[in-house]
């Protein structure tokens, strides 16, 4: 079994995609979202682009899927969601899931694992600090708790919203 976080967010219709994405996610990895560790769900500006402000979390999961399984699950989600194949990087997202962590592993294919904005953006760190705290980013060797205490939380501005799920 594999322990895998995967980053969720959304900036259009973001109450009804962030429930639409758990529900997916939750369908594709087990019978219930109540096995899923779920932080907080968090809003915050868009970054890299001028865009309305995101609704973003992070889920932690236990599957026996490997890593290729996971992100063609993930793609296949954000597909049915509204994603296109030639979406740019940084704009709009009715549905953005992103594998942050597999394990320990550290690879570039078929994703970037440990994904670089786990270090840059709160709306990454803060949520996987809260269900991940004691586990150690397996390149710079601390723990999430300890990163999010020492980033610098002027650098982005993001607060905790009310649940929709």
């Not at 989600?77 to 296109?84: A, F, L, M, N, V």
């Amino acid at each position: 079994m594999a322990n895998i976080y995967i980053s969720l967010g959304s900036n259009i219709e973001r109450r009804y995609h962030v429930k639409q994405g758990l529900i997916a996610l939750s369908h594709e990895f087990s019978e219930s979202i109540d096995s899923f560790s779920l932080s907080s769900l968090f809003e915050s500006a868009a970054v890299g682009f001028d865009g309305t402000p995101f609704y973003n979390m992070v889920i932690g999961i236990e599957t026996p899927c490997n890593i290729d399984e996971v992100t063609d699950i993930l793609r296949k989600i954000e597909y049915s969601h509204g994603r296109t194949a030639d979406a740019k990087k940084f704009s709009p997202r009715t549905l953005d899931l992103d594998l942050l962590l597999y394990n320990n592993l550290i690879t570039d294919k078929p994703a970037q694992i440990p994904r670089d904005e786990i270090t840059t953006n709160a709306f990454i760190l803060w949520p996987l600090s809260q269900i991940a705290p004691e586990l150690d980013h397996p390149i710079i060797k601390k723990c999430y708790q300890d990163l999010w205490q020492n980033y610098d939380k002027s650098k982005q501005q993001i607060k905790i919203i009310d649940r929709c799920w």
